[in-house]
């Protein structure tokens, strides 16, 4: 275990070099950012929107006794949609999504030698692989996160009026109820941290394979599960630090 | 000329490379033959410096690679062009990207200069107007060619080439061979071949060493390969039975 963080160190070393062409480095981060954030945001939208439908439905469903007002639903909706939903279940989302994608890209190159190619160049392949795809990472999801943050709270709204438990009015006055903008920072340093975790553990299990296909299989199931693992344990850290 | 000097090289416990010591001689193809998982592949990787060795020198024309800073490693790096087993060609990048990638990396050139350098490439290797295909749209003999291709992009002087006709027909092996036999003579590279292939060693062996379980086990010319009388190499020479009747 402290060997393998010790060869992520070293690794983390290389890619955090000047790249060596930057027009070369630019059009990598573009191709990145589309197949790494704008492939995303169909399955975010989707649960995105069926999260926060589910949250109002059960807050409203919780709420029997005529004390509590029911704007409290949009309150509560806006809240864990804001607080948790979107930056840690998101982020979950795409550990497995975008997490494994990085480990078999990566990977592969390993396996059939375009990394060694790429070092017989001359090219430092850490750097010219993974600095782009962290990059990408760590400037997209803020953005997909703050998508799904609007569209985990209109899914409260539509569940909310379609159920007719409680009125659009309601729901609304709830929303924009007691805003602190304090939350959203802390949501998005989160997202912050576990693009980077995503991304760079990802990374290194797809860089440090040997062996062939099986082993690209196994590599991209290990950066989904230790990112994952990694993202619950920080997310605990970060509310620690920031929240208290 | 590029020397090996009594390197080794282990994996865990296991010496893969036993003090191989041999020079590789410039405008010459130098095979390195032994059987699969002898070592050959581990060999070249430490050439090129892919791996680190455990003991020994190499040197490339008496710059030895151990002394030399990292620059001077990327330096190095720039004058060899290698033909990985597989290809390795980027997946993702068309034919032209592919050769074109060592220029856009390392050189200032413009697009059209650069563009002229592929197709030259692509000419050499009798691959003109695959420009815009995808690595996997192309066929083996056609990969390991588009591969040669990117190798030779930078001009380089020395040629490194890991099996390069495994996997292909009799035909299509022998292309590839004259291929880097021709690219040897022409730019005088210092050219190292791995192979298992006895055809290989017939056609372009100007210097044949073989490998055995990691020992450098016999050296010379592919003349002198028939007269061997080394037991190791002759199994090896004589493993199949068109050989074996070949001799009687
Ligand atoms: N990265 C590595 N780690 C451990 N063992 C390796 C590694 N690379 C090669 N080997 C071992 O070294 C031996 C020689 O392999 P190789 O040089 O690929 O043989 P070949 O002559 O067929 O090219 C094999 O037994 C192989 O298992
Ligand atoms: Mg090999």
Not at chain 1, 199 to 212: D, H, K, L, Q, T
Not at chain 2, 4 to 12: E, H, M, R, V
């Given at each position: 275990?402290?060997?393998?963080?010790?060869?992520?160190?070293?690794?983390?070393?290389?890619?955090?070099?000047?790249?060596?062409?930057?027009?070369?480095?630019?059009?990598?981060?573009?191709?990145?950012?589309?197949?790494?954030?704008?492939?995303?945001?169909?399955?975010?939208?989707?649960?995105?929107?069926?999260?926060?439908?589910?949250?109002?439905?059960?807050?409203?469903?919780?709420?029997?006794?005529?004390?509590?007002?029911?704007?409290?639903?949009?309150?509560?909706?806006?809240?864990?949609?804001?607080l948790?939903?979107?930056p840690?279940?998101?982020?979950?989302?795409?550990?497995?999504?975008?997490?494994?994608?990085?480990?078999?890209?990566?990977?592969?190159?390993?396996?059939?030698?375009?990394?060694?190619?790429?070092?017989?160049?001359?090219?430092?392949?850490?750097?010219?692989?993974?600095?782009?795809?962290?990059?990408?990472?760590?400037?997209?999801?803020?953005?997909?996160?703050?998508?799904?943050?609007?569209?985990?709270?209109?899914?409260?709204?539509?569940?909310?009026?379609?159920?007719?438990?409680?009125?659009?009015?309601?729901?609304?006055?709830?929303?924009?109820?007691?805003?602190e903008?304090y939350t959203i920072f802390y949501a998005l340093i989160k997202?912050?941290v576990?693009?980077?975790?995503?991304?760079?553990?990802?990374?290194?299990?797809?860089?440090?394979?040997?062996?062939?296909?099986?082993?690209?299989?196994?590599?991209?199931?290990?950066?989904?599960?230790?990112?994952?693992?990694?993202?619950?344990?920080f997310n605990l850290i970060l509310t620690q630090l920031l929240l208290t | 000329?590029?020397?090996?000097?009594?390197?080794?090289?282990?994996?865990?416990?296991?010496?893969?490379?036993?003090?191989?010591?041999?020079?590789?001689?410039?405008?010459?193809?130098?095979?390195?033959?032994?059987?699969?998982?002898?070592?050959?592949?581990?060999?070249?990787?430490?050439?090129?410096?892919?791996?680190?060795?455990?003991?020994?020198?190499?040197?490339?024309?008496?710059?030895?690679?151990?002394?030399?800073?990292?620059?001077?490693?990327?330096?190095?790096?720039?004058?060899?062009?290698?033909?990985?087993?597989?290809?390795?060609?980027?997946?993702?990048?068309?034919?032209?990207?592919?050769?074109?990638?060592?220029?856009?990396?390392?050189?200032?050139?413009?697009?059209?200069?650069?563009?002229?350098?592929?197709?030259?490439?692509?000419?050499?290797?009798?691959?003109?107007?695959?420009?815009?295909?995808?690595?996997?749209?192309?066929?083996?003999?056609?990969?390991?060619?588009?591969?040669?291709?990117?190798?030779?992009?930078?001009?380089?002087?020395?040629?490194?080439?890991?099996?390069?006709?495994?996997?292909?027909?009799?035909?299509?092996?022998?292309?590839?061979?004259?291929?880097?036999?021709?690219?040897?003579?022409?730019?005088?590279?210092?050219?190292?071949?791995?192979?298992?292939?006895?055809?290989?060693?017939?056609?372009?062996?100007?210097?044949?060493?073989?490998?055995?379980?990691?020992?450098?086990?016999?050296?010379?010319?592919?003349?002198?390969?028939?007269?061997?009388?080394?037991?190791?190499?002759?199994?090896?020479?004589?493993?199949?039975?068109?050989?074996?009747?070949?001799?009687?």
């Open positions: 275990m402290i060997r393998m963080f010790g060869r992520y160190l070293i690794l983390m070393g290389e890619v955090f070099r000047k790249p060596e062409k930057g027009n070369i480095f630019r059009k990598q981060l573009i191709v990145e950012f589309q197949s790494l954030g704008v492939e995303s945001l169909g399955i975010i939208a989707i649960i995105s929107v069926f999260m926060g439908a589910v949250v109002a439905i059960q807050t409203a469903y919780n709420i029997d006794t005529p004390l509590i007002p029911l704007t409290m639903v949009g309150f509560t909706t806006r809240q864990s949609v804001v948790e939903f979107s840690t279940i998101i982020s979950l989302i795409l550990a497995g999504k975008v997490g494994s994608r990085i480990a078999s890209e990566i990977g592969t190159m390993r396996v059939t030698e375009q990394i060694d190619a790429l070092q017989t160049m001359g090219v430092n392949a850490a750097n010219f692989l993974i600095f782009p795809k962290i990059t990408a990472c760590l400037l997209l999801n803020p953005f997909l996160i703050v998508i799904s943050m609007f569209l985990g709270i209109f899914g409260g709204w539509l569940a909310c009026i379609t159920t007719q438990m409680v009125s659009s009015q309601d729901y609304i006055i709830g929303v924009r109820y007691w805003f903008s997202t912050v576990f693009a980077y975790i995503i991304s760079s553990v990802s990374a290194f299990f797809g860089y440090y394979i040997s062996g062939g296909a099986i082993e690209v299989g196994t590599a991209s199931t290990k950066a989904v599960v230790y990112s994952s693992i990694l993202i619950i344990i | 000329m590029i020397r090996a000097n009594n390197i080794s090289k282990s994996f865990g416990d296991t010496r893969i490379l036993k003090n191989i010591s041999c020079t590789f001689e410039e405008g010459k193809t130098n095979l390195i033959i032994g059987q699969s998982g002898s070592g050959k592949t581990v060999l070249m990787k430490c050439l090129v410096g892919l791996l680190n060795i455990d003991e020994g020198e190499i040197d490339f024309d008496n710059r030895v690679f151990s002394k030399m800073s990292n620059k001077e490693k990327k330096n190095i790096c720039k004058e060899l062009g290698m033909l990985f087993q597989g290809g390795a060609l980027f997946d993702y990048m068309t034919v032209e990207k592919n050769v074109m990638f060592p220029l856009s990396m390392f050189t200032k050139q413009s697009y059209s200069e650069k563009l002229d350098r592929v197709n030259f490439c692509l000419k050499r290797v009798n691959l003109e107007n695959t420009n815009n295909l995808m690595p996997s749209e192309l066929s083996g003999g056609m990969t390991k060619r588009v591969a040669i291709a990117r190798a030779i992009s930078m001009n380089p002087q020395y040629l490194f080439c890991d099996e390069p006709t495994s996997g292909l027909d009799p035909l299509t092996a022998g292309l590839i061979d004259d291929l880097i036999s021709e690219i040897t003579n022409e730019y005088q590279t210092t050219t190292i071949v791995n192979t298992h292939d006895m055809n290989s060693v017939m056609n372009i062996g100007d210097k044949v060493a073989f490998i055995y379980k990691g020992e450098l086990w016999w050296e010379g010319t592919k003349d002198e390969i028939m007269k061997t009388d080394n037991i190791e190499l002759n199994d090896f020479i004589f493993s199949t039975e068109l050989t074996r009747r070949l001799k009687k």
